[in-house]
């Protein structure tokens, strides 16, 4: 039924304005008050009730006189989730997470009592790891979370499971994790169903078609570069560069022939992808390519007192260069013929350098002058290879000994890079690397080497993270110049070192030149990470799986592991 006339207050018919509406006449009324404009309905001393009562009539009316809205389908029932019940401890434990929010202090000081914002990540993927279902409950709460922070999504989704997407539909709120989700949320068809993969590939959404290629590389990589390779010619090159990136998974030489179509594409940046992908297999055609053109600018010169690595850089970039992902034009600041350099010896195997060089190992190749101040340039670019292709040994000899001025070894030119390096080895001999890095640098500079290794640290690192904090304690300075690496111990140490704190929890002599009351926050920073490292052993034990137990049984020991561990 259509609104009564006269109550939407449009105009009448031949474009005369409309007299106001009984609505609008109580409106004004009620804005104006009755002592100033009497209402029509009851004037004199009742006006105000008659006002109200007016009002209730005229708003049921208008509600009658409303278009009622189109039946909808009811919703699917939420799907189920097989994954077992999170225990109830851990439950609980999740609950007093996800109501802790940020902000609640300002300033350097933070207080003895443990982040639990900070917290959340690790739980999530720790309770992950479990395999553990979401609490139904806890799914509102979760998606909020999540949303207002984009580094908790991947854990946090992947922790809700399928329900999350389901309540995402339902919320505009919470639409973030369908997008976040693999192919927007859809249910990709099984990889066995040729015809199914085959329809979605070339009908789907671009988001369906990546998620559906990334699922397929994972599991079938030739197949997925096939399906890649039928529609190649018509795809936009944005959707070409985002596909070939998911060639990754999987990368072998079978792909060569591919990559080196890709080679000729008309887009730059695809071309240079290409490039990358195939710089990454020693025993690719452009990998043997940029050897000899690598090769031909570095030498062994003999003839002086003792051998000498020389340097001469490209005198031009040639379209075969360009063709195989050398970039022409230098970064600003760059010298043209440098950055040429850099480039072919970063795309060229490692492997080369022994031969060429003397028969030398990495350390030794490392160790070597090299004339004319080529010496950053040439090392950089070797690091930067090092990195690319994943090798140990060059990392390990281009890192140096942590012990060595500035730790920077004879190629490390940044703590970025050493960084870097330091991912190409294994985690326990990572660990010792950067702990012998802060046993002899301290802290000051740790704090991007330390985010490279593996969690909860290993006891050597995590040894010589407390005692250099124990030696700045000693120095009688603010802990807020370290508070990056407290709050990094806060989340990795592992939890029994807690007992390796009690010693410095209390508040020590604080000597003549300390900063007045460095005493005191030290020992509540100490307080704080002993707290969290203690709540961290009593959240990895409510997430052990419930078992029932025997009175009198003892429950279950062994060492406490960090989250991520």
């Known amino acids: 039924m259509a609104e009564e006339d ?44 008659a006002l109200l009562d007016a009002a209730a009539v005229a708003t049921v009316r208008r509600r009658a006189g409303l278009r009622p809205g ?32 940020p902000g609640g202090g300002g300033g350097g000081r933070r207080g ?22 979401a609490p139904p409950q806890a799914l509102p709460a979760l998606l909020d979370a999540a949303r207002g922070r984009t580094d908790l999504r991947p854990a946090a989704l992947a922790f809700a499971g399928p329900r999350a997407l389901w309540l ?15 192919g927007g949320g859809a249910t990709l068809p099984d990889p066995a169903d040729g015809e199914a993969v085959r329809r979605l590939w070339e009908e789907g959404l671009f988001a369906e078609r990546v998620a559906l290629l990334a699922a397929l590389r994972a599991r079938t990589p030739a197949p997925a570069r096939e399906l890649l390779a039928s529609t190649w010619p018509t795809e936009r090159a944005e959707d070409r560069l985002m596909f070939l990136d998911s060639l990754r998974t999987g990368l072998s030489l079978e792909d060569e022939p591919f990559l080196e179509q890709a080679l000729g594409d008309r887009s730059r940046n695809v071309r240079s992808t290409a490039a990358e992908l195939l710089s990454t297999l020693p025993g690719s055609a452009l990998a043997a390519r940029m050897a000899v053109r690598a090769a031909a600018c570095v030498a062994l010169d003999r003839t002086g007192n003792s051998p000498t690595v020389v340097v001469e850089a490209p005198p031009e970039c040639d379209p075969g260069m360009e063709r195989d992902g050398v970039a022409a034009k230098p970064p600003t600041g760059r010298g043209e013929r440098s950055w040429w350099l850099g480039q072919l010896v970063e795309a060229a195997p490692l492997g080369i350098w022994a031969g060429r060089l003397g028969g030398r190992t990495p350390e030794q190749i490392v160790g070597l002058p090299v004339a004319d101040d080529w010496q950053a340039e040439l090392h950089a670019a070797w690091c930067r290879a090092a990195v690319r292709q994943g090798d140990a040994v060059w990392s390990r000899a281009l890192l140096g000994t942590p012990s060595a001025p500035e730790a920077g070894g004879p190629g490390a030119v940044s703590l970025a890079e050493r960084a870097k ?27 991007q080497l330390l985010g490279v290794c593996a969690v909860p640290w290993a006891a050597p690192l995590g040894r010589s993270v407390v005692d250099a904090l124990d030696i700045a304690r000693d120095a009688g300075s603010y802990p807020w110049s370290f508070s990056g690496v407290m709050g990094l111990a806060e989340r990795c140490l592992d939890p029994a070192e807690a007992t390796r704190l009690e010693g410095l929890l209390t508040l020590p002599d604080e000597r003549e030149d300390a900063s007045p009351g460095a005493g005191g926050y030290w020992a509540e920073a100490f307080q704080r990470l002993t707290a969290t490292l203690r709540l961290r052993a009593a959240m990895a034990a409510e997430l052990r799986p419930e078992t029932p137990s025997r009175p009198g049984s003892p429950l279950p020991s062994g060492p406490l592991q960090g989250y991520g561990g």
Not at 76 to 93: F, G, N
């Open 6 to 49: 006269g109550m939407n207050g449009s105009p009448a018919a031949g474009g005369a304005p409309a007299a106001a509406s009984p609505w609008e006449d109580l409106v004004t009324t009620a804005l104006l008050g009755t002592d100033r404009r009497p209402p029509a309905v009851a004037p004199g001393g009742q006006a105000p009730a």
């Open 70 to 101: 189109r039946a909808a389908p009811r919703p699917e029932p939420a799907p189920r989730d097989p994954r077992p019940a999170l225990p109830a401890a851990a439950s609980r434990r999740l609950a007093i997470l996800l109501a802790d929010r």
């Open 112 to 133: 003895s009592s443990p982040d639990l914002i900070e917290l959340l990540p690790q739980w999530l993927a720790a309770a992950g790891a479990h395999g553990y279902a």
């Open 168 to 182: 995402a539909r339902l919320n505009p709120d919470w639409r973030f994790a369908l997008r976040s989700a693999p």
């Open 421 to 447: 390096l330091l991912g190409a080895l294994e985690p326990e001999e990572r660990a010792v690397w950067v702990a012998g890095f802060i046993a002899t640098h301290g802290l000051s500079e740790a704090f």
